[in-house]
Nanobody
Framework: QVQLVESGGGLVQAGGSLRLSCEAS????????MGWFRQAPGKDREFLAV????????YYGNSVKGRFTISRDNAKNTVFLQMNSLKPADTAVYYC??????????????????WGQGTQVTVSS
């Protein structure tokens, strides 16, 4: 069965950096785009970034454009989210998702078929 396991979250001061990882199993990883979302308490799940199956194209949400970078290593079945210049507003649970598409850069929750359990990121001021 499909498994997505996020790691790398934690507590960081404002202005700092974190690198999240999401290791996938149970499907042909390189055949699917992968995305990152986050959800703060009381808020909807927010799109952050998506990368195509080959890794050749990416797309970012406005709130993280220029600060976060998505990448993937298909040999290791892993997708990454490098987060720089973190702000307290970035505090949330971060999720990776398996897109329903290979090359389409989907930015909506309903366009993803599987999710990880999430990893907490807390940014202190």
């Amino acid at each position: 069965q499909v498994q997505l396991v996020e790691s790398g979250g934690g507590l960081v001061q404002a202005g700092g950096s974190l690198r999240l990882s999401c290791e996938a199993s149970g499907f042909l990883f390189s055949s699917w785009a992968m995305g990152w979302f986050r959800q703060a308490p009381g808020k909807d799940r927010e799109f952050l970034a998506v990368i195509t199956g080959s890794g050749g194209n990416t797309y970012y949400g406005n709130s993280v454009k220029g600060r976060f970078t998505i990448s993937r290593d298909n040999a290791k079945n892993t997708v990454f989210l490098q987060m720089n210049s973190l702000k307290p507003a970035d505090t949330a649970v971060y999720y990776c998702g398996q897109s329903k598409y290979r090359d389409y850069l989907a930015g909506n929750v309903y366009e993803y078929r599987n999710w990880g359990q999430g990893t907490q990121v807390t940014v202190s001021s």
